[in-house]
Nanobody
Framework: QVQLVESGGGSVQSGGSLRLSCVSS????????MGWFRQAPGKEREGVAY????????YTGPSVKGRFTISLDNTKNTLYLQMNSLQNEDTAMYYC??????????????????WGQGTQVTVSS
């Protein structure tokens, strides 16, 4: 069973930055794909970015492209999401997820069987 624990969320002003971390209980090189999702109140969970466990970025959502960067450190079994130029619309609960499915941009939330508990990001003006 893969356990994922996120950290790094918080409150930040518009234009600020945060870095989210997600530590896996399993050696991340044994998985195929890891990703970040977010869910705002009243909205569906959406994929933010995916990366394969060789460190190749497979997907970055259009609303965050150029501002958010996903990365993976297999030596620390840790997934990261660097978020810059944060906007009010980025306010959401952010979740780390993992799968042994082949990593590609078309993956949906249902393709990821392993999830963390989430970390809240709140951006205010």
């Amino acid at each position: 069973q893969v356990q994922l624990v996120e950290s790094g969320g918080g409150s930040v002003q518009s234009g600020g930055s945060l870095r989210l971390s997600c530590v896996s209980s399993t050696n991340t090189s044994h998985l195929r794909c890891m990703g970040w999702f977010r869910q705002a109140p009243g909205k569906e969970r959406e994929g933010v970015a995916y990366i394969d466990t060789n460190g190749v970025i497979k997907y970055t959502g259009p609303s965050v492209k150029g501002r958010f960067t996903i990365s993976l450190d297999n030596t620390k079994n840790t997934l990261y999401l660097q978020m810059n130029s944060l906007q009010n619309e980025d306010t959401a609960m952010y979740y780390c997820a993992a799968t042994v499915a082949w990593c590609r941009g078309g993956l949906q939330a249902g393709d990821f069987p392993y999830w963390g508990q989430g970390t809240q990001v709140t951006v205010s003006s």
